[in-house]
């Protein structure tokens, strides 16, 4: 197994109000963050087949954070998520 694979499995979940709470407090601590996932996600709720009240979280092993959903990937079948402690995007 590679080190990154606890990246690739749900690590927790939270409620809407905890995820939105989370990813409103990193926008707001990295500059640009909130341009950067305006343009590469569309919002929640925007699909169909949206999940509900609570989202999975996942472990960043980068630096440790944990990723947050922050919408749905545009250009991809993907959930956009970013991390709390260094502001980076990803697709899960």
């Given at each position: 197994?590679?080190?990154?694979?606890s990246?690739?499995y749900?690590?927790?979940?939270?409620?809407e109000?905890?995820r939105?709470a989370?990813?409103?407090a990193t926008?707001?601590?990295h500059?640009g963050?909130?341009?950067?996932?305006?343009?590469?996600?569309?919002?929640?709720g925007?699909?169909?087949?949206?999940p509900?009240e609570r989202?999975?979280t996942?472990?960043h092993?980068g630096?440790g954070?944990t990723?947050?959903v922050?919408g749905?990937?545009?250009?991809?079948?993907?959930?956009?998520?970013?991390?709390?402690?260094?502001?980076?995007?990803a697709?899960?």
């Amino acid at each position: 197994m590679t080190s990154n694979i606890s990246q690739a499995y749900p690590y927790a979940s939270e409620t809407e109000a905890e995820r939105a709470a989370a990813v409103a407090a990193t926008v707001a601590g990295h500059a640009g963050l909130d341009v950067t996932i305006a343009g590469e996600s569309s919002p929640l709720g925007s699909s169909p087949l949206d999940p509900g009240e609570r989202r999975w979280t996942y472990h960043h092993g980068g630096c440790g954070g944990t990723l947050h959903v922050a919408g749905y990937a545009r250009d991809q079948h993907a959930v956009y998520v970013v991390c709390d402690r260094c502001g980076k995007t990803a697709l899960r």
